[in-house]
């Protein structure tokens, strides 16, 4: 099992903020360091200073890091064309070195999008939007050097594309998708995606859904043991019970909740609960931590989780 590092820097942190805990986690062994994409706090928190763009940060973060992956859980398709996203995506992985992941959704928060002046539209036609850049984004960095690249959609048109620049990562960085959709989330991440992520779902409700992308896979021929699947969870792990309430308090939630929710409580109690996530088949965790300046939080888990994981 894999552990990665999740943030949420819309609920209120700097670059520098960022810098931090992703050198922390470089530090500390983890696989990766990635950030969700939104522009507007959620909750009662006051999300000051203010929101920072995911590919800006991640562009920063491929200068100042040096071993660890960096990615989006998960971009919004509403936020960026498909033909500049490929372009953005291929120079970060760049600037990294080959460091880079993209995972990709529809987009769902409606208030940030009002907020920012981004247009949202109906899901269905955020579901329809989501494929044609999928198809476009893969299809430019897929392109032979030399060559063109053209789409025709109804959304989103391509024509005499030279499709460049090229990922360093070959074929190309990875593509996430996740959600629980039951129809068209596993269609397209048969078709289009090397990992699949589950936010925030419970162990029987991951049964339920990795059972369909496995079956959407088999539909079209390809290998479900192919495609990685991962869950992300909020983390709330301490020494002992008033350690872990202090980490609750400062998240503002309760630590029986989150031992319900996430993965909350001494590192035994996590390492269990992590056991029980990978009985599902779920290869890789992305570790949501909410209280980003409390960095000896990572460390903890790194030095009494994450050796007990095989």
């Given amino acids: 099992m894999e552990l990665r590092i999740f943030t949420e820097p819309q609920q209120g942190a700097t670059y520098d903020q960022l810098l931090a805990v992703a050198r922390c986690a470089e530090d500390a062994g983890y696989g990766a360091f990635f950030r969700s994409d939104h522009y507007l ?10 929101p920072t763009d995911a590919w800006t940060t991640l562009a920063g973060l491929a200068r100042d890091t040096s071993r660890i992956r960096l990615g989006t859980l998960m971009t919004a398709a509403t936020f960026r064309l498909p033909g500049p996203l490929a372009i953005t995506v291929a120079q970060v992985d760049a600037m990294s070195g080959g460091r880079v992941e993209l995972g990709i959704g529809t987009g769902w928060y409606d208030a940030e999008h009002a ?18 850049q999928l198809a476009i984004v893969t299809g430019l960095w897929a392109t032979p050097p030399g060559g063109t690249f053209d789409f025709a959609g109804t959304h989103y048109t391509v024509t005499g594309s030279p499709a460049l620049p090229k990922p360093v990562q070959s074929p190309r960085p990875p593509v996430l998708l996740g959600g629980m959709g039951a129809k068209r989330t596993p269609r397209l991440t048969a078709r289009y995606a090397d990992e699949f992520n589950l936010p925030f779902v419970s162990i029987e409700g991951s049964v339920t859904q990795f059972d369909r992308v496995r079956a959407a896979c088999t539909a079209i021929g390809r290998d479900p043991a192919s495609l990685r699947l991962s869950h992300a969870l909020v983390l709330c792990c301490g020494r002992d019970d008033t350690e872990v309430a202090r980490r609750a308090a400062a998240i503002g939630r309760e630590p029986d909740e989150l031992r319900a929710n996430g993965l909350a409580g001494t590192p035994a109690e996590v390492v269990d609960k992590i056991g029980r996530y990978a009985d599902t088949g779920s290869g890789r965790i992305y570790l949501q931590i909410l209280d980003l300046a409390d960095l000896d939080h990572l460390e903890l888990v790194a030095a009494e989780v994450a050796p007990q994981l095989g």
């Fill in 41 to 50: 706090k959620m909750g009662d928190v006051s999300g000051e200073p203010g």
């Fill in 115 to 132: 907020a920012y002046g981004i247009p949202f539209p109906a899901l269905g036609e955020r579901f329809d939007r989501l494929e044609e």
